[in-house]
């Protein structure tokens, strides 16, 4: 493989897009699983690649603004590593960036053309939350508002969004469906926020983490954690998902070690979460594609 093209791929960080494919695989599994919809398969192809340049315009502008602002330096462990290691420019990360942002938006527009101006202002929403994220010091991810940001993106907008281009209606239940997958995005977040708590104050931004304080983050790791299953509990109490949905307790016992990892984190060893982001990440998608086989199960009984 081009050394040149594997730099590349690393920026992208493509360990994280279970983040933009697991939603998008979930709402088409409930869409499918109604006997009354009929999908338009041949927009799936295109709702996942623009999910995916989505999500890669902002790994690579928010790796622009961190590295430009301080936050990802030789001693911490953030973002891709490419501007740090000087295997990219910075200018050369942050026009990809704009580039998946704007191939993202081209790609969409087939959307626009089939289903209406509504997937346009959904998409646009995508494209505000990845874009300002970071952007300029004022970025939601500086001002402890990147959690919020992330969950919107990724959980029920992206839900929502999905389920409206490939069926061309709208579910209330598509949204209660998208908050266990949204938890569990932005505790991929929070635990790498939590990770960087000493790198990010000396920085002077803003995350969630640096408010709640360590001991006050695992709190939060475990609410996000655990709380994607009890949601996925009350979805099948509720009968809003059928019971096969409790598959998605296989993975449990991951949850289980991930959250023992994060317990062990001190103020002064911040070692055993330093990969805790990407262990979350694959929680992610092991919790979500259970999730999206239990529903295509679920439509043979």
Aim: aromatic share 14%.
């Amino acid at each position: 493989m081009n050394n040149k093209f594997k730099i590349w791929l690393r920026a992208a960080r493509p360990f994280s897009f279970t983040a933009s494919i697991i939603p998008v695989l979930i709402a088409t599994a409930f869409a499918y699983s109604n006997e009354n919809l009929t999908i338009n398969w041949a927009l799936l192809p295109v709702v996942l690649l623009g999910a995916v340049l989505f999500h890669i315009g902002s790994n690579m502008v928010s790796d622009y603004y961190d590295y430009k602002f301080g936050v990802d330096a030789e001693d911490t462990y953030g973002g891709s590593g490419v501007l740090v290691e000087k295997l990219l420019q910075p200018r050369q990360v942050l026009a990809g960036g704009l580039l998946a942002f704007a191939l993202g938006f081209l790609i969409g527009l087939i959307l626009v053309y089939v289903r209406g101006y509504q997937v346009l202002l959904m998409g646009l929403g995508g494209l505000i939350c990845g874009l300002f994220y970071t952007l300029t010091r004022k970025g939601w991810k500086y001002l402890a508002l990147g959690d919020l940001a992330v969950f919107i993106a990724f959980g029920p907008l992206l839900f929502i969004g999905s389920y409206f281009s490939l069926t061309g209606t709208y579910d209330w239940n598509i949204f209660l469906v998208s908050l266990p997958i949204g938890f569990l995005v932005v505790a991929i977040l929070h635990a790498n926020n939590t990770r960087d708590i000493v790198n990010d104050s000396r920085v002077k931004i803003k995350t969630l983490p640096m408010f709640l304080g360590l001991q006050g983050s695992k709190i939060g790791y475990y609410f996000l954690v655990f709380g994607a299953y009890v949601l996925t509990l009350i979805l099948v109490l509720f009968k809003l998902t059928h019971p096969l949905t409790l598959l998605v307790y296989l993975s449990f016992p991951i949850a289980l070690k991930n959250a023992r990892e994060f317990a062990q984190a001190r103020v002064d060893n911040f070692q055993p979460i330093i990969m805790m982001d990407v262990k979350t990440a694959q929680l992610h998608m092991q919790f979500g594609l259970l999730f999206a086989i239990s529903i295509l199960l679920s439509k043979l009984l």
